[in-house]
Protein backbone atom coordinates (compact mmCIF):
# COMPACT_ATOMS: atom_id res chain seq x y z
CA UNK A 1 0.00 0.00 0.00
CA UNK A 2 1.18 3.04 -0.93
CA UNK A 3 2.15 5.86 1.73
CA UNK A 4 2.96 8.91 -0.15
CA UNK A 5 0.14 10.13 -2.09
CA UNK A 6 -0.39 13.13 -3.90
CA UNK A 7 -2.66 15.33 -1.98
CA UNK A 8 -4.52 19.11 -2.24
CA UNK A 9 -4.59 21.96 -0.03
CA UNK A 10 -7.62 24.12 0.20
CA UNK A 11 -5.54 26.99 -1.00
CA UNK A 12 -4.37 25.29 -4.23
CA UNK A 13 -5.74 26.73 -7.08
CA UNK A 14 -8.11 25.33 -9.83
CA UNK A 15 -5.83 24.83 -12.68
CA UNK A 16 -3.20 23.28 -9.91
CA UNK A 17 -6.08 20.41 -9.78
CA UNK A 18 -6.13 20.57 -13.38
CA UNK A 19 -2.53 19.89 -13.99
CA UNK A 20 -1.93 16.90 -11.08
CA UNK A 21 -5.33 14.95 -12.93
CA UNK A 22 -3.77 15.91 -16.44
CA UNK A 23 0.32 14.89 -15.49
CA UNK A 24 -0.92 11.81 -13.45
CA UNK A 25 -4.20 10.37 -14.91
CA UNK A 26 -5.53 10.52 -11.28
CA UNK A 27 -9.22 9.85 -10.84
CA UNK A 28 -9.79 11.20 -7.47
CA UNK A 29 -7.35 13.42 -5.30
CA UNK A 30 -8.18 14.28 -1.45
CA UNK A 31 -8.38 17.72 -0.16
CA UNK A 32 -6.07 17.79 3.22
CA UNK A 33 -6.01 20.53 5.61
CA UNK A 34 -4.00 20.31 8.60
CA UNK A 35 -3.29 16.58 8.19
CA UNK A 36 -6.59 15.70 8.34
CA UNK A 37 -9.07 15.00 4.94
CA UNK A 38 -11.51 17.29 4.38
CA UNK A 39 -12.90 16.01 0.75
CA UNK A 40 -12.02 14.86 -1.81
CA UNK A 41 -12.05 16.31 -5.55
CA UNK A 42 -12.86 14.11 -8.51
CA UNK A 43 -11.95 14.22 -11.90
CA UNK A 44 -15.11 14.40 -13.23
CA UNK A 45 -16.77 17.22 -10.64
CA UNK A 46 -13.52 18.97 -12.11
CA UNK A 47 -14.86 18.72 -15.67
CA UNK A 48 -18.40 19.69 -15.05
CA UNK A 49 -16.86 22.85 -13.18
CA UNK A 50 -15.07 23.57 -16.42
CA UNK A 51 -18.01 22.95 -18.50
CA UNK A 52 -20.44 25.26 -16.10
CA UNK A 53 -17.25 28.26 -16.56
CA UNK A 54 -17.05 28.20 -20.14
CA UNK A 55 -21.08 28.27 -20.48
CA UNK A 56 -21.31 31.09 -18.39
CA UNK A 57 -18.85 33.22 -21.27
Known amino acids: MTK ?7 DDSI ?4 YL ?3 N ?3 I ?5 NGVVIGILD ?4 GEF ?4 SAKV
Open 4 to 10: DFTVLSP
Open 50 to 53: FAIQ
Open 29 to 33: IPIVE
Open 43 to 46: RASL
Open 15 to 18: ETAY
Open 21 to 23: FEE
Open 25 to 27: NYE
